[in-house]
Nanobody
Framework: QVPLVESGGGLVQAGGSLRLSCAAS????????MAWFRRAPGKEREFVAA????????YYADSVEGRFTISRDRAKNTVYLQMNTLKPEDTAVYYC??????????????WGQGTQVTVSS
């Protein structure tokens, strides 16, 4: 059973917005750091954003800083990625991830199956 389930992806025009959700399934991740990664066609997976277990610390890739916001609702066991001012280069499959250690880049232990985001020009 996949422990994390992403939703909210879709097709949007450049300049538009989307909000991705990541819901935990089968276990609670309220004490875990959570993150979003993405993989664009023909490219390696890259870090997008991360949030600490408390929600008090957030981290962003330079390419999305100021446009994307990561947040979490621990009571709902859900993490969100609000994406504004989307660009065609944001087109990718977006993955949610979790780990027990602190938030940031690097390796994560649990992954979702991904949700497609396509930004048209």
């Amino acid at each position: 059973q996949v422990p994390l389930v992403e939703s909210g992806g879709g097709l949007v025009q450049a300049g538009g917005s989307l909000r991705l959700s990541c819901a935990a399934s089968g276990r609670t991740f309220s004490s875990y750091a959570m993150a979003w990664f993405r993989r664009a066609p023909g490219k390696e997976r890259e870090f997008v954003a991360a949030i600490s277990w408390s929600g008090g610390n957030t981290y962003y890739a330079d390419s999305v800083e100021g446009r994307f916001t990561i947040s979490r609702d621990r009571a709902k066991n859900t993490v969100y990625l609000q994406m504004n001012t989307l660009k065609p280069e944001d087109t990718a499959v977006y993955y949610c991830a979790a780990r027990e250690t602190g938030a940031g880049r690097g390796m994560y232990d649990y992954w979702g199956q991904g949700t497609q985001v396509t930004v048209s020009s």
